[in-house]
C-alpha cells in the first residue's frame, strides 16, 4: 500500500492507496487539523490507529507540505512544523518516503484527474507532445509546469507566485502603484490569491464595504465573492472583475512560458467557488490577449480542476513511482 498526504497550514489529508496505474486507487482518506498535532509523525500514528489503514502493510510514502522543500526537509510555512521524509520513512519502516511541496504534488495528479473532475473553460486542440501549466490561487499563488518528456509529464518546482505583477492596462496599473506603496514590490500573490483579493477590496473600496464585513468590520475573501457573485455592492463586483482579469491574464503569462498546448490547468480553492465568473468569458478573454499569439493560445484546452483531493492524488501518484516500477 501507498500512504499519500497533503499537508497544508490548516488541514492535513492523509489518504492510504492501492498501487495502481494510471491511477492509485483510494483506500481511505482522512482529514486533521493540523495545529491540533505537534507533527507528521503523530498525526500518522492517528491516520494508521483510528482508519482502515490499521494493520495495511505501507511499503512507499509521498506528502505534499505548503512551504518550500529542501533536501527532503520542509519547514510548514503557518505552522511550527519541520518534516523530515527520511526520519519518517525510518520510524515507521516505509521502504521510502517523498516529500514535494504542494504545488508539485497538485501537478502529479493533473494528468490522473478523469473528465468528470474538471470544468472545461476552453476546448481547443489539446497537442498529444505539448507541456501543461498549472496556476493555483488559494491563500496564496501556486504555480507549477509539466514538461513532457516522451510522454511523461514531470512537474517542475516553481515560486512563480512571488514574480512581479504584469499590470496591463490603467486599471491596473493604478492597483501595481497603491501594491507598490504598500507592499515595496507588488508581486502577482498580491493580486492572485486569497489574501490578493482582500488587497483588491481595499484598492477599491476606499470607504467600508457593508456587503461584505465582518461583526469586526474586516471582509473575507468568501464574503467579497458572495457579495460580487450576488451583485449586492458595486465595488465588490468590481473587486471580483479585477481578480478574475489578472487571473487570467497571469494564466496566459504561464502558458506562453511554458507552451501548455497540452492544457492549462486552474487549480486551488478559490476557482471552484467562482465558477460562474470564471466561464462567463472574461478569464478567457484575458487569458488570450496576447497579441500576436492569441490564435496559439486560442488553441490551448484550459480547465478548472474541481476535485479538491488533487494534491493528495499526486502524492499517491508520485509515491506509486514510474511506470516501469509497477
Ligand atoms: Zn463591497
Not at 510522454?151 to 492596462?169: C, M, Q, V, Y
Not at 492597483?175 to 481595499?202: F, M, T, Y
Not at 506562453?256 to 478569464?283: E, H, N, W
Request: charged share 20%.
Amino acid at each position: 500500500m501507498l500512504l499519500a498526504g497533503d499537508i497544508g497550514g490548516t488541514k492535513t489529508l492523509l489518504g492510504l492507496f492501492e498501487r495502481a496505474r494510471p491511477r492509485p486507487r483510494a483506500a481511505a482518506v482522512n482529514s486533521f487539523t493540523t495545529c491540533d498535532y505537534d507533527g507528521l509523525d503523530a498525526v500518522i500514528d492517528a491516520f494508521i490507529r483510528t482508519s482502515a489503514a490499521s494493520g495495511q502493510r505501507i511499503e512507499r510514502a509521498c506528502f505534499g507540505a505548503a512551504g518550500p522543500v529542501m533536501n527532503g526537509v520542509a519547514h510548514l510555512t503557518n505552522v511550527p512544523w519541520t518534516i523530515d521524509a527520511r526520519a519518517v520513512a525510518e520510524r515507521f519502516g516505509f521502504e521510502s518516503a517523498a516529500l514535494l511541496n504542494d504545488l508539485e504534488a497538485m501537478a502529479y495528479g493533473v494528468p490522473a484527474l478523469d473528465e468528470s473532475e474538471v470544468k472545461v473553460l476552453q476546448t481547443g486542440k489539446a497537442v498529444p507532445t505539448g507541456n501543461i501549466g498549472l496556476i493555483a490561487a488559494g491563500t496564496g499563488l501556486g504555480v507549477s509546469m509539466l514538461h513532457n518528456i516522451d510522454g511523461r509529464f514531470i512537474p517542475l518546482p516553481s515560486e512563480g507566485g512571488h514574480a512581479d505583477f504584469a499590470a496591463t492596462d490603467e486599471r491596473e496599473i493604478a492597483l501595481l502603484r497603491w501594491l507598490i506603496a504598500q507592499h515595496g514590490r507588488a508581486q502577482v500573490e498580491h493580486v492572485v490569491s486569497g489574501r490578493g483579493l482582500l488587497n483588491i477590496h481595499r484598492h477599491v473600496h476606499r470607504t467600508a464595504c457593508p456587503a461584505a464585513s465582518g461583526r469586526d468590520g474586516s471582509a473575507s475573501a468568501a464574503a467579497i465573492t458572495e457579495a460580487a457573485l450576488a451583485g449586492r455592492c458595486a465595488e465588490c463586483v468590481e473587486t471580483l472583475d479585477l481578480f478574475v482579469t489578472a487571473y487570467g491574464s497571469e494564466a496566459g503569462n504561464l502558458a506562453l512560458r511554458t507552451m501548455a498546448t497540452a492544457g492549462l490547468y486552474v487549480g486551488g480553492g478559490i476557482a471552484p467557488k467562482i465558477l460562474p465568473a470564471l466561464s462567463d468569458g472574461r478569464f478567457l478573454r484575458a487569458f488570450r490577449r496576447k497579441a500576436p499569439y492569441e490564435a496559439l493560445l486560442g488553441d490551448m484546452p484550459v480547465k478548472v480542476i474541481l476535485n479538491s483531493q488533487t494534491a493528495l492524488l499526486g502524492a499517491a501518484v508520485f509515491a506509486a513511482g514510474p511506470a516501469s516500477d509497477v
